[in-house]
């Protein structure tokens, strides 16, 4: 079956650290961008950061960098979120997502989500 | 980087037909993508490109671009379409950043 698990979720203390992991089953995982999503509870979805097939581009909002870093082992088939100096707006649930490069007829770029985990809820509290 | 607008809320009676806007510069560059979810679910993937719908995606979900606006439209709306859409972009800024719209919480009546 194809899928994304998201695990490591958890309450932490306010500069605490997390380390999140995606597993990727059914597919070829090396074969795709993958993304981290949050969404803080009762608001909307946030794009947090991709990262390219063999690691070597990756990319994350400006409200999380330097504190959280997006890596992926191809050979285990997962990607990772570490979470570092974590703050009370971190809190979230956690989506990784499978990025696609599609097709398109027009000049337009077809890129979007075809896959999701189930998420992992990060609790940033004291 | 850029930035996504959605109307935060939609109603539409039952059976008739809405549509959902997205504006933004990025969508001068990149198709929008559209995402449903429903309370305590992950989101679900149901428009893409210049108007695609995924396997088990029912014909009445359509999508549209003109200019720096998606449109996602619902013809014939049922009453399990009730939930939050979410329009999503690549940032057009050059990097490999993503922007999501607000949401729409879509009411049926």
């Known amino acids: 079956e194809v899928q994304l698990v998201e695990s490591g979720g958890g309450l932490v203390q306010p500069g605490g650290s997390l380390r999140l992991s995606c597993a990727a089953s059914g597919f070829t995982f090396s074969a795709y961008w993958m993304t981290w999503v949050r969404q803080a509870p009762g608001k909307g979805l946030e794009w947090v950061a991709n990262?390219?097939?063999?690691?070597?581009?990756?990319d994350s909002v400006d409200s999380v960098k330097g504190r959280f870093t997006i890596s992926r082992d191809n050979a285990k088939n997962s990607l990772y979120l570490q979470m570092n100096t974590l703050r009370a707006e971190d809190t979230a649930i956690y989506y990784c997502?499978?990025?696609?490069?599609?097709?398109?007829?027009?000049?337009?770029?077809?890129?979007?989500?075809?896959?999701w985990g189930r998420g992992t809820l990060v609790t940033v509290s004291s | 980087s850029s930035e996504l607008t959605q109307d935060p809320a939609v109603s539409v009676a039952l059976g008739q037909t809405v549509r959902i806007a997205c504006q933004g510069d990025s969508l001068r560059n990149y198709y929008a993508s559209w995402y449903q979810q429903k309370p305590g679910q992950a989101p679900v993937r149901v428009i893409y490109?210049?108007?695609n719908r995924p396997s088990g995606i029912p014909d009445r979900f359509s999508g549209s671009t003109s200019g720096n606006t998606a449109s996602l439209t619902i013809t014939g709306a049922q009453a399990e379409d009730e939930a939050d859409y979410y329009c999503?972009?690549?940032?057009?800024?050059?990097?490999?950043?993503?922007?999501f719209g607000g949401g729409t919480q879509l009411t049926i009546l």
């Open positions: 997502a499978r990025w696609v490069h599609g097709y398109s007829y027009s000049e337009l770029e077809n890129w979007y989500f075809d896959l």
């Open positions: 990262i390219k097939q063999d690691g070597s581009e990756k």
């Open positions: 999503y972009s690549r940032d057009s800024s050059g990097n490999h950043q993503g922007v």
């Open positions: 490109g210049e108007n």
